[in-house]
Nanobody, 126 residues
C-alpha cells in the first residue's frame, strides 16, 4: 500500500504560482506512476499530469501543458506540481494518486489509480 499526503495549496492571484507537494510512504514507488488530478465544485475529477517513477516519463493534460511542471524527488519519495501562470479556472481541489504497474494509455483516467491523498485546495482569485 501507499499513503499520500498533499500540501502546498492556497489562495493566489491570477498569473501567480504555487507548488504542490505529494509525499508518499509505505510501498516503494519503483513500480508506480503518480498522477495529479483536480476537481472543481460540481465538476468531474480531471487529469492534470502524471509521472512514471521508474523512468521519469511524463504526461500532461493539454489545459496545463506549458504552465505546470510535474517532477519527482527519489530521495524523499515526493512528487511536485509546479503551477505557473495560474488562471481562475485552475481553482479546484488537487489530489495526487498512485497507480501500481501503470499502463501508460490509461493514466489519464482517475479510475485507474488505487491510492489517493486527501486533497489540497487551490484558489485562483483576485
Amino acid at each position: 500500500q501507499v499513503q499520500l499526503v498533499e500540501s502546498g495549496g492556497g489562495l493566489v492571484q491570477p498569473g501567480g504560482s504555487l507548488r504542490l507537494s505529494c509525499a508518499a510512504s509505505g510501498d516503494t514507488l519503483s513500480d508506480y506512476a503518480v498522477g495529479w488530478f483536480r476537481q472543481a465544485p460540481g465538476k468531474d475529477r480531471e487529469f492534470v499530469a502524471a509521472v512514471r517513477w521508474a523512468n521519469g516519463a511524463i504526461l500532461y493534460d493539454d489545459s496545463v501543458k506549458g504552465r505546470f511542471i510535474i517532477s519527482r524527488d527519489r530521495t524523499t519519495s515526493t512528487v511536485y506540481l509546479q503551477m505557473n501562470s495560474l488562471k481562475p479556472e485552475d481553482t479546484a481541489t488537487y489530489y495526487c494518486a498512485a497507480k501500481k504497474r501503470p499502463i501508460w494509455s490509461i493514466l489519464r483516467s482517475h479510475s485507474a489509480y488505487e491510492y489517493w491523498g486527501q486533497g489540497t485546495q487551490v484558489t485562483v482569485s483576485s
